[in-house]
């Protein structure tokens, strides 16, 4: 068969042209993908650069800490239930917890609080907070992804003697407000 060529040679000038721009394509390549993998890796630094500031802005100032846990004592102390529901986050709750928060914070301290702070969670208090809870109609879980924890102790002096308790909700943040969250049904 004259005049054919054989497979995978090049045939003529134009084919040697073809095979000389795909070996300095292929040469070229490399430093282009590594270009890519650099400014991929760059958007993703400053993404989550931004992500972690984004959260530092949204996340609760000590100052705004304090005048929560403030108010809190002092409505506490003054049985002050209006105030108390108002830290409450009802928003989608179950109502049979939310009667029981209620009726819990209407109790009031009884005894002198001997100190009431927010703490950081721990790793059994994340786990706790995200797992299904048993609720008065079933299962149920915090609507709000839970910041930290408010602790309260409370010390009660008498004639018989003295006691000390202690009680823990969790916080969160909603709309800049620190927040205690009602459980609700799980979604």
Do not use: H, W
């Not at 005048?67 to 179950?94: I, M, P, R, V, W």
């Not at 209407?106 to 797992?131: M, N, Q, W």
């Not at 202690?166 to 049904?185: L, T, Y």
């Amino acid at each position: 068969m004259p005049g054919l060529a054989k497979p995978n040679t090049p045939r003529g000038r134009t084919q040697q042209f073809f095979f000389f721009e795909l070996a300095c394509v292929a040469e070229i390549e490399p430093n282009t993908v590594a270009a890519m993998k650099t400014s991929t890796k760059i958007f993703a630094v400053a993404g989550a650069l931004l992500l972690t500031l984004t959260f530092g802005i949204m996340a609760a100032s000590p100052e705004q800490e304090k005048a929560f846990t403030d108010k809190y004592k002092a409505a506490l102390e003054a049985k002050d239930t209006a105030t108390l529901e108002s830290f409450l986050y009802t928003q989608g709750s179950d109502p049979g917890a939310l009667e029981f928060y209620k009726m819990m914070q209407s109790g009031g301290a009884e005894g002198k609080i001997s100190k009431i702070e927010l703490v950081s969670l721990t790793p059994e208090d994340v786990k706790k907070a995200t797992s299904p809870m048993d609720g008065p109609t079933g299962k149920v879980c915090l609507n709000l992804k839970p910041t930290k924890k408010l602790v309260i102790k409370v010390e009660n002096k008498d004639a018989n003697g003295s006691s000390s308790s202690s009680s823990e909700n969790f916080v969160a943040e909603k709309d800049g407000k620190i927040v205690i969250p009602v459980p609700g049904p799980c979604k």
